[in-house]
C-alpha cells in the first residue's frame, strides 16, 4: 500500500493549491479517502473525507466553503482544491485510506501561506 502526496508548496494569502495523492497497492475505488493536517505544535486534524464512490464528502467548518476534496477513481487519485488560503492553513497535509479494518497513510506534504 502506498500513498504518494503531491501539490504543497509556498503560497501567499488568498490563494490557490490543489493536492494529488496517488494511491497504489490497494483497490482505491473500495477506500474512503481523507485529508488529514497537521501544524507545527497542533494535533493531526482531518480536514476532508470522501466516501469510496465519491458520493459523499465532509469538510472541517475550518475550511467549509473554501476547500474541495474530490477524487478520480479510474486514476486511483484523491485530490484537495485549496482556495482563499489563510495563514493559518500552514501545515503538513497527510492523506489517508480507509476501509475497515485497513488504514494507511501518506508521507505528507507541505502548504506554507505566507506573504
Known amino acids: 500500500v502506498q500513498l504518494v502526496e503531491s501539490g504543497g508548496g509556498l503560497v501567499q494569502p488568498g490563494g490557490s493549491l490543489r493536492l494529488s495523492c496517488a494511491a497504489s497497492?490497494?483497490?482505491?475505488?473500495?477506500?474512503?479517502m481523507s485529508w488529514y493536517r497537521q501544524a507545527p505544535g497542533k494535533e493531526r486534524e482531518l480536514v476532508a473525507t470522501i466516501s469510496s464512490g465519491g458520493g459523499g464528502t465532509n469538510y472541517a467548518d475550518s475550511v467549509k466553503g473554501r476547500f474541495t476534496i474530490s477524487r478520480d477513481n479510474a486514476k486511483n487519485t484523491v485530490y484537495l482544491q485549496m482556495n482563499n488560503l489563510k495563514v493559518e492553513d500552514t501545515a503538513v497535509y497527510y492523506c489517508r485510506a480507509t476501509s475497515r479494518p485497513n488504514d494507511a497513510w501518506g508521507q505528507g506534504t507541505q502548504v506554507t501561506v505566507s506573504s
Open positions: 497497492g490497494f483497490t482505491f475505488k473500495n477506500y474512503a
